[in-house]
Every structure is written in C-alpha cells, then in structure tokens.
Nanobody, 124 residues
C-alpha cells in the first residue's frame, strides 16, 4: 500500500504561482513513476505532468508546458508541481498518483494509488 497526501492548493489570481506537494508513504519503490492529474467540474480527469522516479525525466501536457514544473525529492519521498503564470482554465482539483514504471503514465486508469486531491482556483 502507498499513501499519497497532496497539499498546497488555494485561491489565486491569474498570473500568480502555486506549488503543490505530494508526499508518499508506505511501500514506495523506484519501480513507480508519479503523475499529476487535474479534474475540472464536469470534465474528465486529465494528465498534467509526470516524473520517472528513478531517472527524474519529466513529461508535460501541452497545455502546461513552459508554465508548470514537476520535480521530486527522493529523501522526502515527495513530488512537487510548481505552477507559474496560472490561468483561470487551470482551475481544478489536482491529484497525484503512482503508476508502475512499465505502464503508460498518461493513462489515469493504469494508476495504482491516488491522493485525495487539492483544490486550485484561479480567478481572472
């Protein structure tokens, strides 16, 4: 079992920044990758970013490329999502998840564990 706890969400204005954290505990492993997804009201959960736990290689959705940065702290078993130049369309609940490294990290249905989510609201 892996437990994930997200934090760092909030209400900000367009153009502001936020940093989300996702702390992992339990049976963590280097055989997992970690991803951030988001879900806006009435929409499906969509991929935002992912990081290979072993190599640190990162991947982004086109909608956030150049504005968001995913990173990890191995010692703390924590993944971060730095979000800059936020836009109203970034408003959503943000979830972090763990997926085995052999699976497609862009497919939310292949994830084994999810956090409870953290709300991000960007006002115009």
């Amino acid at each position: 079992q892996v437990q994930l706890v997200e934090s760092g969400g909030g209400l900000v204005q367009a153009g502001d920044s936020l940093r989300l954290s996702c702390a992992a505990s339990g049976r963590t492993s280097r055989n997992y990758d970690m991803g951030w997804f988001r879900q806006a009201p009435g929409k499906e959960r969509e991929f935002v970013a992912a990081i290979r736990w072993s190599s640190g290689r990162t991947y982004y959705a086109d909608s956030v490329k150049g504005r968001f940065t995913i990173s990890r702290d191995n010692a703390k078993n924590t993944v971060y999502l730095q979000m800059n130049s936020l836009r109203p369309e970034d408003t959503a609940i943000y979830y972090c998840g763990v997926v085995p490294t052999t699976r497609d990290f862009r497919n939310l249905y292949l994830y084994d564990y999810w956090g409870q989510g953290t709300q991000v609201t960007v006002s115009s």
